[in-house]
T-cell receptor, first 117, second 111 residues
Framework: EPEVTQTPSHQVTQMGQEVILHCVPI?????FYWYRQILGQKVEFLVS????????KSEIFDDQFSVERPDGSNFTLKIRSTKLEDSAMYFC???????????????FGNGTRLTVT | ELKVEQNPLFLSMQEGKNYTIYCNYS?????LYWYRQDPGKSLESLFV?????AVKQEGRLMASLDTKARLSTLHITAAVHDLSATYFC???????????FGKGTKLSVKP
């Protein structure tokens, strides 16, 4: 079964450094998302992306965050200057239809654990 | 503020027993999702409930949705150890891809 692939599985970085998290969504999917989960807490929406632009973003997704689809397969999340509180598991997800339309759950990747020291 | 509340947050049960996890939400959304997460792993879609009265079953799990009460339930029948995981419910936040998750119910099934 096709799956969403994320790399790296674990990223350690120093505060203030830039990080880029990589995702390869399912190939025929059109909608892409980033969520994060701080350890032991609930999953929080960051951003959705469709047709090469951001569809929706949360309050968490401030100017330090950006997303890009540099080619036909990759979808990246960049954090420009990491803070300690950015430490979390970051999940990429994709779907063929937007959520709320038809029977279209999000398919999540295995996540990238980001540790900011 | 849109809220999704699950209870219980922790559930320890014996194999063979039945139990129900509850998910209350404050939005008027008529779509609700259940996901399973194993420790350190991703979120696996279990059920998508699209309308009032929807009921779906997969193995020992059955999910239902009452949009009037803004309540979904995940019923576990004759639990087995393999069901040990954290279960999340989520509703549409009203925007494209903006799912609002509950805090999750950590289920532990003991022999």
């Amino acid at each position: 079964e096709p799956e969403v692939t994320q790399t790296p599985s674990h990223q350690v970085t120093q505060m203030g450094q830039e990080v880029i998290l990589h995702c390869v969504p399912i190939s025929n999917h059109l909608y892409f998302y980033w969520y994060r989960q701080i350890l032991g807490q609930k999953v929080e929406f960051l951003v959705s992306f469709y047709n090469n632009e951001i569809s929706e973003k949360s309050e968490i997704f401030d100017d330090q965050f950006s997303v890009e689809r540099p080619d036909g397969s990759n979808f990246t999340l960049k954090i420009r200057s990491t803070k300690l509180e950015d430490s979390a598991m970051y999940f990429c997800a994709s779907s063929y239809n937007p959520t709320g339309v038809y029977n279209s759950p999000l398919h999540f990747g295995n996540g990238t654990r980001l540790t900011v020291t | 503020e849109l809220k999704v509340e699950q209870n219980p947050l922790f559930l320890s049960m014996q194999e063979g027993k039945n139990y129900t996890i509850y998910c209350n939400y404050s939005t008027t959304s008529d779509r609700l999702y259940w996901y399973r997460q194993d420790p350190g792993k991703s979120l696996e879609s279990l059920f998508v409930l699209l309308s009032n009265g929807a009921v779906k079953q997969e193995g020992r799990l059955m999910a239902s949705l009452d949009t009037k009460a803004r309540l979904s339930t995940l019923h576990i029948t004759a639990a087995v150890h393999d069901l040990s995981a954290t279960y999340f419910c989520a509703v549409d936040g009203g925007s494209q891809g903006n799912l609002i998750f509950g805090k999750g119910t950590k289920l532990s099934v003991k022999p």
